[in-house]
């Protein structure tokens, strides 16, 4: 297992190269050198990954491989690089990668300057003083390209299991101007120009690359390169928030005494040097066992792994704990740094507690590949991690990310006031009633008007943002199929048609609940329906075969 990948923000140029050299083409010695590095890379993946070729094929990759040793000659080396990290992003796994931020072999450099992907947009986080200007402001363009634009383009290098990991890894790989130039959205390797519009105006930049990059912590959990770093909450009058309090610890407890609530932020899951995590944990279910707690809070947004077997005494201690193992009462903070052995955390706390999950969704998916083993190219040494292990949670389980039960996404403008709205999530939350539950009441009451409102009240609510309704109200349909309810069955569906017109799995299953009915028509009308915007849908074929022969 890794730590979080947001932790590659840190180490970087201790051993860079001359930057001059990045200017030239590779001469023949020095192509043969990287085309040796690229059979080496091409051999050792399929051999070390557990199945490299669960999202790309055997075909696409060899073709990659091949098109790349072609390109050699008339690249530079940071170009070089740049494409053998797309080639291992094509793998598809947050753990497959070329990291520069763990491997200062490649060279690669960075602006001083921190990006982060909040809910409406693109922003500057923090940056070094002479940037000032554009902190807190949102991205309008970078080099050649918009701010979309550019991360859709950067998103080709880096590894992610969901489009989470790459909210997280992305905003990293912006700021390197090898990346940019080898993806041809600047031109000049030591400057570049960032435009962001910041208090109704719009301001631009010049980036020039920084010197050896100071870090302080650990990806998400680092103080900024430098302690002279503007940050956009600099000018909050409110207190930090506590997810940001003491990001260099591991893992620590607070108890906020007027709500009656035991905070806990654990940032990794490896043993500290003074307490490992069984005897911290220990202690803090002692504090509740012998104290006055109504909420119980574990923040996990920023814990990027380690070692899941260390997790075993949470998640017992937990489930021993009824005072706070109720829902309600025990909440567990998520987020796009919520990865490898924490993912697998948050599968066991969605398995054996009453927890519920508040924030983003997750940078990992419940079942994913990790635990990577490491190959050094033979003469460039840059290291390429390789999953070697496949996690299941669940043979069929289809999700990309563990989504929250309340969904809390962060605004620029609340970073900037010290607001975190997964604190505030958790603190004003009622209890309400599930979506099925409200349905089943209309359907009681023949009210099928009532049912649509209330679906539609269900998926405009923002603490819904991540809420699977899609299939909520499919599996509602099949209960009640299965009860063989068909008229409430087909309302329901109905009602599933009519809020995900382009989702080919609900019109299958109207058109199953038409062909129980004895509805052979509108059955057929579905089922090509389905069809048309899946046509791999086996069973759909299956179904239109048999009611057309009758």
Known sequence: MISKAAAFLLCALMCAPSFSSFAHQADKTEAAKWREDLSHLAHEMPRLHKNLFHTVTREQFDAAIKKLDERIPALARHQIIVEMMKIVAMVGDGHTSINPFFDPSTGFRYYPVKLYVFKDGIFVRSAARQYADAVGGRVIRIGKLGAEEAFRAVSEVSPRDNDMTLRERVPYFMMMPEVLHALGIIDDLERASLVVEKNGRQVTLELKPAGKIQTRGHGDNEEPFDANWTDARDGASSPTPLWLKSLRDSYWFEYIEDKRAVYVQYNQVVNKHSESIEAFFNRVFEFVRTHEVDR???????????????????????????????????????????????????????????????????????????????????????????????????????????????????????????????????????????????????????????????????????????????AQVNALGYRLMNANRLDEAIEIFKLNVEAFPRAWNVYDSLGEAYMKKGNRELAIKNYEKSLELNPQNGGAMEALHRLRAK
Not at 333 to 360: C, D, H, K, P
Not at 417 to 433: E, L, Q, R
Not at 452 to 465: E, I
């Open 296 to 470: 119980f809070i574990l923040d996990i947004r920023l814990n990027g792994g380690g070692n899941s077997f260390l997790n075993i005494p949470i998640v017992t201690g937990l489930i021993k704990a009824d005072k706070i193992n109720q829902r309600g009462k025990l909440f567990t903070i998520i987020g796009r740094s919520t990865f490898s052995a924490a993912q697998n955390l948050v599968n066991e706390l969605e398995r054996y507690t009453r927890t519920l999950f508040v924030g983003e969704p997750t940078g990992a998916s419940p079942n994913h590949y990790g635990d990577h083993a490491q190959v050094v190219l033979p003469n460039s040494r840059i290291s390429v991690n390789v999953s070697t292990l496949w996690h299941q949670m669940n043979a069929r389980e289809p999700r990309r990310f563990t989504a929250p039960h309340l969904a809390a996404e962060m605004t620029s403008a609340q970073y900037a006031s010290n607001i975190d709205p997964a604190m505030a999530a958790v603190f004003n939350y009622d209890p309400k009633k599930e979506l099925t539950a409200m349905l089943m009441e209309a359907l009681t009451a023949k009210d099928i008007e009532l049912a649509s409102v209330r679906l539609k009240q269900f998926r405009d609510d923002p603490a819904n943002a991540y809420a699977n309704t899609e």
